[in-house]
């Protein structure tokens, strides 16, 4: 099950014992009883029918039951190697982490870095708030074992699989570099003063602002040898100032910016369509996906989740749509 209900409905299934990964509101999460669940706040979701904002009592519900055999777990901002050093042997973690907190920073800068990262599939997201809340409110994320909320803490569901199964993490990223500059950066970072553009230092928001990027649509993408992974704009200073990402970039990766695309909802229902949504257990999408390309009431196909802050692939991803799929 990955679907959105009420809170009645989600508190009926945590009586059940089921193991639950929750998504919504803060004041709807507060509602539910202590149970097998870990959740995140965030009002956006994508569904069926396309893409909603939901304020109104209801939570989104992913069921691990039947899945695999289901352990649960939490760890603070120092701990996070636990998160796949913890993992089953042949299974996957499902991580949540409030956005903007030290956890979040220290699993963007060194989730790479863990022992076994990229051996024990990790995925998951970045718990957030209503856009109109930001600065008023944190992201929270909530260990269900005690009905706990945290600012700065990682709650992991571990699903260890049967012997004859596996897990697959599954990205769709409609990003490609544009084939222009490169741009490079010395230290790993979420806010940047300066990079190189083609082996020449420049001030990062100048050299943004130069090509009318500012708009924060188009994400970086980085060449991780052949894999592209994104990096969001935030905000762009005034040139001659800094600017804030929403994923850090690494020294000795290449990147470029992102080719425009023209038609969001039309590209993700062209690459959902080759994806059958038999064998996922959970997906997410990203909170810029949903506002840049205006998904709101349009419906993409593929597996309904949260939108988020933030996705989570192994490492810290922007600007994707996250998978797992039990094969």
């Keep these: 099950m990955n679907e959105l209900i009420t809170v009645q409905a989600a508190s009926d299934l945590i009586k059940r014992g089921l193991p639950l990964s929750l998504a919504g509101p803060e004041s709807a999460l507060d509602q539910l009883p202590s149970g097998n669940w870990i959740g995140g706040t965030i009002p956006y979701f994508m569904v069926a029918a396309g893409g909603v904002v939901s304020n109104e009592g209801k939570v989104f519900v992913t069921n691990l039951s039947g899945v695999g055999k289901v352990t649960f777990a939490s760890y603070g901002a120092d701990e996070l190697?636990?998160?796949?050093?913890?993992?089953?042997?042949?299974?996957?973690?499902?991580?949540?982490?409030p956005a903007g907190s030290a956890a979040h920073q220290k699993f963007a800068a060194d989730a790479a870095n863990?022992?076994?990262?990229?051996v024990k599939p990790t995925v998951g997201w970045?718990?957030?708030?209503?856009?109109?809340?930001l600065g008023t409110k944190t992201p929270k994320v909530y260990d269900g074992r005690t009905a706990a909320k945290y600012e700065?803490?990682?709650v992991v569901a571990y699903v260890a699989l049967?012997?004859?199964?596996?897990?697959?993490?599954?990205?769709?990223n409609l990003f490609e570099p544009d084939g222009g500059d490169v741009l490079t950066f010395q230290k790993v970072g979420f806010g940047v003063e300066q990079c190189e553009v083609n082996g020449k230092p420049v001030n990062f928001a100048q050299y943004i602002r130069s090509r009318g990027l500012e708009h924060g649509k188009l994400p970086l993408v980085g060449d991780y040898a052949g894999a592209h992974i994104n990096v969001s704009l935030q905000t762009v200073g005034e040139a001659g100032g800094a600017v804030a990402l929403y994923a850090p970039v690494f020294p000795g990766v290449d990147y470029r910016f992102a080719k425009p695309v023209a038609d969001y909802a039309g590209a993700f229902r062209t690459r959902l369509a080759t994806q059958e949504p038999e064998g996922v257990a959970f997906s997410?999408?990203?909170?810029?996906?949903?506002?840049?390309?205006?998904l709101e009431g349009k419906a993409i196909g593929g597996v309904e989740g949260p939108v988020t802050f933030g996705e989570i692939a192994y490492q810290l991803l922007n600007q994707t749509q996250v998978a797992v799929r039990i094969l």
């Design 152 to 154: 700065d803490r990682a």
């Design 284 to 294: 997410c999408n990203c909170i810029l996906n949903f506002l840049f390309g205006e």
């Design 114 to 118: 863990f022992e076994d990262a990229f």
């Design 81 to 97: 190697a636990g998160i796949a050093g913890n993992a089953p042997a042949n299974g996957f973690a499902l991580a949540i982490i």
């Design 162 to 172: 049967p012997d004859d199964k596996l897990a697959s993490v599954e990205i769709v």
């Design 126 to 133: 970045i718990a957030g708030v209503h856009l109109s809340e």
